[in-house]
């Protein structure tokens, strides 16, 4: 019997990748922001890098001689997946790509060329002058409309705020731009994509941090799902696929094109049905483990597939995107600290939850921390994981869950 092929995974996070190339019969070697329990637990190997990113390089030297992929949050860094590209094969979105789509300016203009909606944006002083300045007898005419701040790097809505107009352009355009806000539910899509063509996999609906957490509204906090018809109107599935495809096509006129799996976030605007695009992330979105759960799909087995022979799959295991009702829903959500604290065992309190409730709560715990580990204010803790009849209910089990561990956690390291 052969060895399982080796196959390294850098990013932040990979804890969910690693999972996938698992299950698909790979031998996942890491290298990783946290180091977390479960992740040691099926990896080859595990390098944990404190110092991020500037760390990756030389935990990748001792990397074996395999093919690579990356996750959140490393599509910022295109010279660093330069650099990593040039000793070992990366099976994903090169630095060609990266440099278009994540620059807000080349993805609004594409949007716009193709007819699709799109949220304006301020990348420059210029810019600002351009877009507020613009009445000489009210210089904040545009003070109405609501503006959000975003760093060129965004990642997992980390340091995105609120912008008011007053006249005065924010400091550091160069690091940060500014994107008209859009109102509605927060979603996500998941694609593949391979010389050209483009498939909706699925949609997602996205959970920040809200008033329940006390902090920002914009850091990803989650997602639900995977939805249908009977969530979210059929329409928005139709122009999600648009969207991809627009997109696709313009970075094929700039002779590049994706490759395997990546996600685009948006907001559904219910007042006119459109889809508002936010931003595109170039590699294995959150959301995917979702639908590893959901319908059993290898996604990582089809993201290297892809990648090597450019195959989409077939129809058939796409036949459920967008159709009726499916048989249960399926939702992650990330627990952030409310406060400094020591991690105790936290495995133990999230089954002494499931066992004293109801016994549909049924929720796992998954981005174990090690024991022992210090985790400060607003850091991830860990994830939670479920499966409902319904996004509600499935919505509803994770929030009540998260306060019971965070209530748990404190009684149990005062």
């Not at 000793?87 to 440099?99: A, E, M, T």
């Not at 996500?188 to 920002?216: D, F, I, K, N, W």
């Not at 049924?362 to 409902?388: F, G, Y």
Request: hydrophobic residues 40%; charged residues 20%.
């Amino acid at each position: 019997m052969l060895d399982p092929e080796p196959l390294i995974i850098v990013g932040s996070s990979v804890r969910a990748v690693a999972q996938s190339a698992a299950h698909a019969g790979f031998s996942p070697w890491c290298i990783d922001q946290f180091g977390d329990r479960d992740l040691i637990e099926i990896a080859t190997d595990v390098r944990t890098v404190a110092e991020w990113p500037a760390g990756i390089e030389s935990a990748f030297m001792d990397a074996p001689n395999a093919n690579w992929l990356y996750t959140g949050a490393l599509e910022n860094e295109p010279a660093l997946v330069a650099r990593l590209l040039q000793s070992r094969q990366l099976l994903g979105c090169g630095p060609d790509v990266l440099r278009c789509i994540r620059d807000p300016r080349w993805l609004a203009g594409t949007l716009v060329k193709a007819s699709l909606p799109s949220l304006p944006v301020v990348v420059s002083t210029t810019d600002f002058e351009t877009t507020f300045s613009g009445d000489p007898v009210n210089p904040t005419a545009h003070s109405a409309e609501q503006w959000i701040l975003k760093p060129q790097a965004s990642a997992a809505g980390i340091r995105i705020c609120d912008f008011e107009p007053d006249g005065a352009a924010p400091p550091d355009l160069d690091r940060y731009f500014l994107q008209k806000r859009a109102t509605g539910r927060s979603l996500s899509g998941l694609y593949l994509g391979s010389e050209g063509a483009v498939q909706l996999v699925g949609m997602c609906e996205q959970l920040c941090r809200g008033p329940a957490a006390r902090a920002s509204c914009f850091v990803y906090a989650g997602s639900l799902g995977p939805l249908s018809s009977d969530d979210i109107p059929q329409r928005a599935f139709h122009q999600a696929q648009q969207i991809g495809s627009a997109i696709s096509n313009w970075l094929g006129a700039e002779g590049t094109h994706f490759k395997g799996l990546f996600g685009i976030d948006f907001i559904l605007d219910e007042n006119c049905g459109d889809l508002w695009t936010l931003e595109v992330n170039p590699r294995y979105p959150a959301s995917a483990e979702l639908y590893e759960r959901a319908f059993g799909w290898p996604m990582i087995r089809w993201h290297v597939d892809l990648c090597r022979r450019s195959t989409l799959p077939s129809a058939t295991y796409l036949k459920q995107v967008g159709a009726g009702e499916y048989s249960r829903k399926h939702g992650k959500l990330i627990v952030y600290a409310e406060r400094d604290f020591v991690t105790p065992e936290i495995v133990p309190l999230v089954e002494r939850l499931s066992q004293n409730g109801p016994a549909e709560t049924n929720v796992e715990i998954s981005d174990i921390p090690q024991l022992e580990t210090r985790i400060r204010k607003d850091e991830p803790i860990c994830t939670l994981v479920t499966a409902q009849e319904n996004l509600s209910t499935c919505h509803e089990v994770l929030i009540a869950a998260s306060r019971e561990l965070l209530a748990a956690i404190d009684a149990t390291v005062d």
